[in-house]
């Protein structure tokens, strides 16, 4: 973003500009975490063993093309509850925003508040940007055991679709899916 | 397991599917739609000036991808195009359908039936029955493994199209795909 550039007109079309960080690669342990889903509940990745997770990290609620992503994903919960996965969207807006954005959009699954200290999550699975000082449009899938198994980074202006999140989930070994 | 860039249609145009011009057309335009988007009806009016144009060098195809938590007459929509189709009136109730965006209740798609001649009765048992909700399924969920995102999604000659989608662009677009 250019100094004189306002406020709102954040470049999210150029996502090449600078890849700061390596988001964690297959075969690396996820590092757990407890984040804020609603003002007064919280989720612990840990907790979650013994299924596979995804994490699908975003820009920012109510900015273009996030909607869509988040929208998408919730077209797709049962296809994912087939293979007992879990599906948690994240982002660095607060729960109050994350609250009027999954009633706004009908979603049904859990959007998570890396807020504080902010972009911690992000950071530590490697798709932190600091110069929106937000999350890349990126995509974790975690196996059973808690060990990434599929991460991939979309541009930040493209929706990334399903259909890697269903190939991951495909190539978990059986016994995981369920 | 890495990163995918290219999104190929993993399901190739066969007899199944809706198809509108030759089936022997160089050039083969996949929409992915939702009967209750109102971008896919704005696609609809381009579609169907295209499909006028080109009608005798492209291929035309639809299948089904209702957003059905954001969209909730999208899947029913879609069942009824497909009951129409089975009637023999696919793209009749199709249209009918994308012009009528705005009433898509029951009681609008039996009348629509009706209004297009079809077998009211027997289009009425199919929605009840539930005869074409796997069809539609199936189309949801190739569309998913092939790269769909967003509704409606293009696909060029089994490639999916992410560039602008109005009448000019998209008719240039596959202007180029006949040439190459």
């Given at each position: 973003?250019t100094p004189?550039?306002a406020?709102g007109e954040i470049d999210?079309?150029?996502?090449e500009?600078?890849?700061e960080?390596t988001p964690?690669q297959p075969g690396?342990?996820?590092?757990?975490f407890?984040?804020?889903?609603?003002?007064?509940?919280?989720?612990?990745l840990?907790?979650?063993?013994?299924?596979?997770?995804?994490?699908?990290f975003?820009p920012?609620?109510?900015s273009p093309v996030c909607?869509?992503q988040?929208?998408?994903?919730?077209?797709?919960l049962?296809?994912?509850?087939?293979y007992?996965?879990q599906?948690f969207g994240l982002?660095v807006?607060?729960?109050?925003?994350?609250?009027?954005f999954?009633a706004?959009?009908n979603l049904?699954?859990?959007l998570?508040?890396?807020?504080e200290?902010?972009?911690?999550?992000a950071?530590?699975y490697?798709?932190y940007?600091d110069?929106?000082?937000?999350?890349e449009?990126?995509l974790f899938?975690?196996d059973a055991?808690g060990?990434?198994?599929?991460?991939?980074v979309s541009?930040?202006?493209?929706?990334?679709?399903?259909?890697?999140i269903?190939?991951?989930l495909?190539?978990?070994?059986?016994?995981?899916?369920? | 397991?890495s990163?995918?860039s290219?999104?190929?249609?993993?399901?190739?145009?066969?007899e199944r599917?809706?198809?509108?011009?030759?089936?022997?057309?160089?050039?083969?335009?996949v929409?992915?739609?939702?009967y209750?988007c109102?971008?896919?009806?704005?696609?609809?009016?381009?579609?169907?000036?295209?499909?006028?144009?080109?009608?005798?060098?492209?291929?035309f195809?639809?299948?089904?991808?209702?957003?059905?938590q954001?969209?909730p007459?999208?899947?029913?929509?879609?069942?009824?195009a497909?009951a129409?189709?089975?009637?023999g009136a696919f793209?009749?109730?199709?249209d009918h359908?994308y012009?009528?965006?705005?009433a898509?209740?029951?009681?609008?798609?039996d009348?629509?039936?009706?209004e297009?001649?079809?077998?009211?009765?027997?289009?009425v048992?199919a929605l009840n029955?539930?005869?074409?909700?796997?069809?539609?399924q199936?189309d949801?969920?190739n569309?998913?493994?092939?790269?769909?995102?967003?509704?409606?999604?293009?696909?060029i000659?089994?490639?999916?199209?992410?560039?602008?989608w109005d009448?000019p662009?998209?008719r240039?677009?596959l202007?180029?795909?006949?040439?190459q």
């Amino acid at each position: 973003m250019t100094p004189d550039a306002a406020e709102g007109e954040i470049d999210y079309t150029h996502p090449e500009l600078e890849a700061e960080q390596t988001p964690l690669q297959p075969g690396t342990e996820a590092p757990d975490f407890t984040l804020p889903t609603t003002p007064d509940q919280a989720v612990t990745l840990s907790n979650f063993r013994g299924q596979p997770v995804i994490l699908a990290f975003y820009p920012a609620d109510w900015s273009p093309v996030c909607g869509d992503q988040m929208g998408l994903y919730n077209e797709f919960l049962s296809e994912f509850r087939d293979y007992n996965a879990q599906l948690f969207g994240l982002s660095v807006d607060g729960v109050w925003s994350h609250d009027a954005f999954e009633a706004d959009r009908n979603l049904h699954f859990p959007l998570l508040a890396d807020f504080e200290p902010k972009g911690e999550v992000a950071r530590a699975y490697g798709v932190y940007r600091d110069e929106p000082g937000t999350a890349e449009r990126a995509l974790f899938v975690i196996d059973a055991e808690g060990v990434v198994q599929w991460s991939y980074v979309s541009p930040v202006g493209v929706n990334p679709g399903v259909d890697g999140i269903l190939d991951a989930l495909e190539e978990l070994p059986s016994e995981e899916n369920q | 397991m890495s990163q995918t860039s290219v999104n190929d249609l993993n399901q190739p145009v066969t007899e199944r599917d809706h198809t509108y011009g030759p089936a022997d057309a160089s050039v083969t335009l996949v929409e992915y739609g939702d009967y209750e988007c109102p971008y896919c009806e704005q696609a609809h009016r381009v579609m169907k000036e295209l499909r006028g144009e080109l009608n005798d060098e492209v291929q035309f195809v639809f299948r089904n991808f209702p957003l059905r938590q954001m969209h909730p007459h999208a899947e029913l929509a879609a069942e009824a195009a497909e009951a129409a189709s089975a009637q023999g009136a696919f793209w009749e109730m199709h249209d009918h359908l994308y012009e009528h965006q705005d009433a898509l209740e029951r009681e609008d798609l039996d009348g629509y039936a009706a209004e297009l001649g079809l077998d009211e009765d027997e289009f009425v048992r199919a929605l009840n029955e539930g005869r074409h909700e796997e069809r539609v399924q199936q189309d949801f969920l190739n569309g998913a493994h092939s790269g769909v995102n967003a509704t409606p999604t293009f696909f060029i000659n089994g490639t999916r199209y992410d560039g602008q989608w109005d009448a000019p662009t998209l008719r240039a677009a596959l202007e180029d795909a006949m040439r190459q």
